[in-house]
């Protein structure tokens, strides 16, 4: 077990007023940099790289990009060259993310809306594939089959580590739920917390990416669509000064993008009596607490009033 990412037992008042036990999975402990999701998302991908004789990777995302900032980071590891497509403008560079991601050797490509609308369509990708020949291409969040397979690893340490009835998991581009539901495999109830609004596409995304070839249908998994706060990286004051009493009380980080929400979520579920007494819950800690650096520089976050060190929190 030595080599498998904590699991703790979190104390709360209001978890104690409903009888429920609530343990947290700290993947966001497993390395400073690849945190989280991240770690077990690349894990699969970078071995793939490496075997088939790739110079890099090439990945999308956003100016604040947990996953960009973490697969610079893996590249620079790996001796492999990391290439971002970048949504936005090119000052973003300078920025808390990205100047790192470029630290660590990353190059940055900017490209605006409309032509990062394409990352996933067919014909945008032939042209950077026939453009980078040697370079193997990441879906945006890192989410793909070989990323499913590093996040199914969590089920098989949770069984080991504790017996439990429902996983919780924020959700964004539904990679790290798709391998929670293949690993499971109908063990448990899995409920995903999705940060985005508009989030319809999420099931097909999950079946696309589960390309069931599973006996049984694997049914035992729903989304809530109904936490994001108000779309991605929005959140109210309030929000926030709930997390942050959250985190006080249980001494654990959070940010309020992702891990945050799903903090939320579960405050809310359980003050509307969505678990039986004696559940037990399993929360996922999928990292990204880099995040923070970005939302206090952009003035979204004062790091004097969160709880923990900052330093502590982003390292
Ligand atoms: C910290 C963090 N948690 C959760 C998620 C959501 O994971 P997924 O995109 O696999 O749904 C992300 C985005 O990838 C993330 O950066």
């Known amino acids: 077990m030595s080599n498998f990412s904590e699991l703790q037992t979190l104390q709360h008042p209001l978890f104690e007023q409903y009888q429920l036990q609530v343990q ?16 077990r ?11 088939n004789g790739y110079k890099g990777i090439i990945s999308f995302g956003g100016a604040y990009s947990n ?16 290439l971002g497509i970048i949504r936005g403008e090119a000052h973003y560079a300078e920025n808390f993310t990205l100047s ?12 605006d809306r409309q032509t990062y609308r394409e990352r996933n369509c067919e014909k945008y990708l032939q042209q950077l594939s026939q453009q980078f020949p040697d370079y193997f ?8 089959v070989l990323a499913l397979r590093g996040v199914a690893e969590i089920c098989h340490e949770l069984n080991i580590q504790t017996q439990y009835d429902t996983l919780i998991t924020p959700v964004g581009s539904a990679g790290t739920i798709s391998g929670l539901i293949s690993g499971d495999n109908n063990q448990h109830n899995i409920l995903g917390i999705a940060v985005l609004k508009q989030t319809d596409y999420l099931t097909e995304e999950v079946s696309a ?18 936490y ?44 509307i009596g969505y678990f039986q007494p004696h559940h037990k819950i399993v929360l996922l800690h999928t990292g990204g607490l880099q995040g923070l650096g970005g939302l206090i520089e952009q003035n979204k976050l004062k790091a ?6 900052l330093e502590q929190q982003v390292r």
């Open 209 to 226: 990416l589960l390309n069931d070839k599973h006996n049984q249908p694997l049914n035992n998994w729903q989304i809530f669509n109904n």
């Open 24 to 39: 947290i999975k700290r993947d966001d402990l497993i390395d400073p940099i690849i945190s989280g999701n991240k770690w």
């Open 137 to 144: 291409i990441i879906p945006e969040g890192g989410s793909n």
């Open 228 to 271: 994001h706060d108000g779309g991605y990286a929005k959140f109210s004051p309030e929000s926030l000064t709930k997390l942050q009493a959250f985190s006080a009380v249980t001494g654990v980080p959070f940010e309020p993008i992702y891990s945050g929400k799903m903090i939320l979520a579960l405050l809310d579920l359980i003050n």
């Open 304 to 309: 004097s009033e969160w709880p923990l060190p």
């Open 67 to 82: 996953h960009i900032h973490a697969l610079a980071f893996a590249c620079n590891q790996h001796d492999l060259h990391a």
């Open 41 to 51: 998302k690349l894990k699969y991908n970078l071995k793939h790289v490496k075997e």
């Open 100 to 111: 790192k991601a470029r630290k660590w050797g990353m190059t940055l490509h900017f490209v």
